[in-house]
């Protein structure tokens, strides 16, 4: 199955960007370009949400609270994910979870990574 590393994470102020970045490893890039990749999110006190996806053909979602801020992009020669994060709010402080799909060897998760938005 695909491991799952995230990266990038910090502390910015309102109105404020951040790059979050996902690298892939345990399994082939072919496998992982047929892989539907994605963004979670959790904050403290509340459910974990999806924030954006991109799948194997390229096309993306966001959740209606980030769409026009964030982007979503991914390098399936590098087996990586990235979530461009901008004009970023304090509502958008949580741990930002990457996550795949698609078949049993795309099905996994990272450890997450702390954003940190202050006013």
């Known amino acids: 199955q695909v491991q799952l590393v995230e990266s990038g994470g910090g502390s910015v102020q309102a109105g404020g960007s951040l790059k979050v970045s996902c690298a892939a490893s345990?399994?082939?890039?072919?496998?992982?370009?047929?892989?539907?990749m994605g963004w979670d999110r959790q904050a403290p006190g509340k459910e974990r949400e999806l924030v954006s996806s991109?799948?194997?053909?390229?096309?993306?979602s966001y959740a209606e609270s980030v769409k026009g801020r964030f982007t979503i992009s991914r390098d399936k020669a590098k087996n990586t994910v990235h979530l461009q994060m901008n004009s970023l709010q304090t509502d958008d402080t949580a741990v930002y979870y990457c996550?795949?799909?698609?078949?049993?060897?795309?099905?996994?998760w990272g450890q997450g990574t702390q954003v940190t938005v202050s006013s």
């Open positions: 996550v795949s799909a698609g078949g049993y060897y795309c099905e996994g």
């Open positions: 345990g399994v082939s890039a072919y496998i992982f370009g047929h892989c539907a």
């Open positions: 991109i799948n194997s053909e390229g096309t993306t």
